[in-house]
C-alpha cells in the first residue's frame, strides 16, 4: 500500500513553475537564458504599498487577524469591487486569502461533491482543472476555437451542460491568451446559464485591470445581476499592483458559501500574512495611477512580441486584448527538425528544443489543455524581450 494519498495521482505537479525552474537552473549552470515563462509582472512592488508593509512591522500589526482577513482590508475589498465594477458585496460577504490559488481552492473543496462537473473553457490556466479534480469533481475541458479569439460561445456551453454540472470557470483577461470579454460577448454566456439555475459561475477576473487599446472588460454580474446568488467574483493584488509574492487574493461570493470558505481555510492556513494584508489595503485604497503607466509599457512590449512573433516562419500569433501573454500557433513548424535532429511533433517537443538551442523559456500549449500553441509572457524588460523574439525568429528559420 503507498504511504502517499490516492488523491494525489488526480494532480500533476504545475508545468509553468516547472519550466521556470529549468530555466533558472540552467541559468545558474552558466547559459544564457531569457525566461518568458513566468506568470507575474517585472515591476516593483510600488513604494507606498512597501511602506505600508514597514509601518504595519513597525507597529506590531503581526498579530492573528480574522481568518476572514482584517476588517479594514474586507471593507477596501467591498470598496473596489463597488468602485471598478459596480458591485455590490457586503465585507461579510468576502474572504481574503493566501493568493487567488487558495479562493479557487477553498471555493471548490467547500462545494464539490464526488462526480460534480466543472466546465472549463480551454486555453485555461494550469491550476484549473486540477483543483477541481482534487476536490473529487470531473473537470470538463471545453476548447475555444482560435477563431473565435480563444473565447467560449453560447452554443459551446450549452453543449458541455449536463445533469452533473456544477460549476462553470470564466477567466478575463485569460491565462494564457490575453483574451478579454466585453459585456457584448458575455450576455450570450448569461442567457444560457439562467436557464440553469443550478450551477454556479467562477469568475477569475486577476488580469482585469491589464487590458489596452481602451478595451473595457466586463465581468459576470455587470452584465447579469440575476446571478448574483450563485457567482464567486475572484480578484487579487498580484498582477495589478505587482504583488505576486506578498499572497493575497479574495472573493466576493453570497454569505453562506464566504462562510463555508472560511470554515474550510480556519482548519488550513487561517488568515492570510498580516503584514500582506496591510500591504494589500494600501495598494487597494492608495494612488491608482501607477496600474496605467504599467499597462502602457505592457502594450508597447505586447506589440513588439506579436509583431516579431508573426515574422517567424511557422508561428501566427493573434494580439490579445488584456493580460500580458500572448499565445501564438506553431503550427508551421510541426514535421520539422531542429539543427540537432529533433523533430517537431508537439508543442512540449517545441519549447523544449527552443529552450536547449536557443535558450528561451517558454510554456507549450498542452499545459494549458490547448495543443499546437506556446505561451509568451510578455512581462519582461523590453531588450530582453526583444533578443527572445529574436533567438524564436533564428531558432523557427533553422528548422527543417
Known amino acids: 500500500m503507498s504511504f502517499i494519498a490516492d488523491r494525489l495521482n488526480k494532480i500533476s505537479p504545475s508545468q509553468t513553475i516547472a519550466i521556470s525552474a529549468k530555466a533558472r537552473a540552467l541559468k545558474a549552470a552558466g547559459r544564457d537564458i531569457i525566461s518568458l515563462s513566468a506568470g507575474e509582472p517585472d ?12 509601518k504595519a512591522i513597525e507597529t506590531g500589526q503581526t498579530k492573528y487577524t480574522d481568518v476572514a482577513g482584517t476588517p479594514a482590508l ?8 463597488r468602485k471598478d465594477s459596480g458591485l455590490d458585496y457586503k465585507p461579510e460577504e468576502i474572504i481574503v486569502s493566501t493568493g487567488g490559488k487558495q479562493v479557487i481552492f477553498n471555493a471548490m473543496v467547500a462545494t464539490i461533491n464526488k462526480g ?17 479534480a482534487l476536490a473529487d469533481g470531473i473537470p470538463v475541458v471545453v476548447p475555444c476555437r482560435a477563431k473565435n479569439g480563444f473565447k467560449l460561445t453560447a452554443e459551446e456551453l450549452e453543449a458541455n451542460i449536463t445533469s452533473k454540472t456544477k460549476w462553470f470557470f470564466l477567466n478575463s483577461p485569460c491565462n494564457p491568451t490575453g483574451a478579454a470579454y466585453s459585456a457584448e460577448d458575455l450576455r450570450p454566456l448569461c442567457d444560457v446559464l439562467l436557464k440553469h439555475p443550478n450551477i454556479w459561475i ?5 488580469y482585469d485591470k491589464l487590458v489596452y487599446d481602451g478595451f473595457k472588460p466586463a ?36 454569505v453562506e458559501l464566504t462562510k463555508a470558505m472560511n470554515k474550510l481555510q480556519g482548519q488550513s492556513t487561517s488568515n492570510p500574512c498580516s503584514i500582506a494584508q496591510a500591504a494589500a489595503l494600501e495598494a487597494l485604497t492608495g494612488p491608482q495611477d501607477f496600474i496605467a503607466t504599467m499597462c502602457e509599457t505592457y502594450r508597447e512590449r505586447r506589440d513588439l512580441v506579436v509583431s516579431m512573433l508573426n515574422q ?16 501564438p500557433s506553431m503550427a508551421g ?7 540537432s535532429g529533433t523533430v517537431i511533433d508537439t508543442d512540449e517537443a517545441f519549447v523544449t528544443a527552443l529552450l536547449d538551442e536557443e535558450g528561451v523559456a517558454a510554456v507549450h500549449g498542452s499545459a494549458f489543455m490547448f495543443a499546437g500553441h506556446f505561451r509568451v509572457s510578455y512581462a519582461t524588460d523590453t531588450e530582453s524581450l526583444r533578443e527572445a523574439c529574436t533567438r524564436i525568429q533564428r531558432f523557427c528559420a533553422s528548422l527543417r
Open 116 to 132: 460534480d462537473e466543472a466546465i472549463i473553457p480551454a486555453p485555461c490556466w494550469v491550476s484549473y482543472p486540477d483543483i477541481v
Open 333 to 339: 513548424c510541426f514535421g520539422k527538425r531542429t539543427s
Open 312 to 327: 517567424a516562419t511557422g508561428l501566427t500569433c493573434a494580439r490579445p486584448e488584456g493580460a500580458f501573454y500572448v499565445f
Open 43 to 54: 515591476f516593483d512592488t510600488p513604494a507606498n504599498i512597501r511602506a505600508a508593509a514597514i
Open 219 to 254: 465581468t459576470i454580474l455587470q452584465v447579469e445581476p440575476r446571478l448574483r446568488d450563485r457567482t464567486v467574483t475572484m480578484n487579487g493584488v498580484s498582477k495589478a499592483y505587482a504583488m505576486t509574492g506578498w499572497r493575497i487574493g479574495f472573493s466576493g461570493a453570497p
Open 74 to 81: 474586507r471593507a477596501a475589498v467591498a470598496e473596489r469591487f
Open 202 to 206: 467562477f469568475t477569475d477576473d486577476i
